[in-house]
């Protein structure tokens, strides 16, 4: 009987420093900064900051207008997903789609292109330097691709849906072509 208690012990002594170790090595880890201050234009004219959304949770896409496929695809996920969740966890939450084509991206264009996906949506532009800063805070990308000088030309970009919490840290992020019910489980989830 003896020798099983000093087997039970050296095993829950085992575990319980594997649980201690696992634990302290994780949070050693450096943790990877997305997010931070902006101060862009709304679709509606009106300069706003990060600070705006501060209380609520934001869903932040990067993309632009003009895009033929890949834009309309994530920001109609989004819409969907949000269509998705209840009063009271919609209200939690505001969906961002910041333009990473500024040039083209008009605050009228944007006005009329963000209602398509859902009346919620918040469609962000400014200046080139000003998407440029907000772009490397969120680690995202963008490059402009074609014949730049006649306007005709796509933009390469990244196309993660960012998840922020109401103190503007990141939450997760939704890859492109996520299911709008995958996206609404995790956001009722959150919430």
């Known amino acids: 009987m003896p020798r099983i208690l000093v087997i039970a012990l050296?095993?829950?002594v085992v575990v319980v420093s594997a649980i201690v170790g696992r634990s302290q090595?994780?949070?050693?880890?450096p943790k990877i900064q997305i997010g931070g201050p902006f101060t862009l234009t709304d679709h509606t004219g009106k300069q706003v900051s990060d600070?705006?959304?501060?209380?609520?949770?934001?869903?932040?896409?990067?993309g632009y207008t003009f895009c033929?496929?890949?834009?309309?695809?994530?920001?109609?996920?989004?819409?969907?997903?949000?269509?998705?969740?209840?009063?009271?966890?919609?209200?939690k939450v505001v969906p961002i789609f910041i333009t990473v084509d500024p040039e083209r991206d008009t605050v009228e264009l944007m006005a009329s292109y963000v209602p398509h996906f859902h009346d919620k949506m918040v469609g962000l532009t400014g200046t080139m330097a000003q998407v440029k800063s907000v772009v490397k805070a969120y680690k995202a990308y963008f490059a402009k691709t074609g014949n730049e000088e006649n306007g005709n030309y796509t933009v390469d970009h990244s196309s993660r849906t960012y998840l922020?919490?109401?103190?503007?840290?990141?939450?997760?992020?939704?890859?492109?072509?996520?299911?709008?019910?995958?996206?609404?489980?995790?956001?009722?989830?959150?919430?």
């Open 10 to 12: 050296v095993a829950v």
């Open 25 to 29: 090595m994780t949070s050693d880890q």
């Open 51 to 62: 600070k705006d959304y501060a209380g609520k949770y934001m869903l932040v896409y990067f």
């Open 68 to 91: 033929p496929d890949v834009c309309p695809t994530s920001l109609s996920i989004v819409g969907d997903a949000l269509g998705q969740l209840d009063a009271d966890t919609l209200d």
């Open 164 to 191: 922020m919490g109401p103190d503007g840290a990141y939450v997760t992020s939704f890859a492109h072509a996520t299911p709008a019910a995958d996206m609404a489980k995790k956001l009722a989830e959150t919430f």
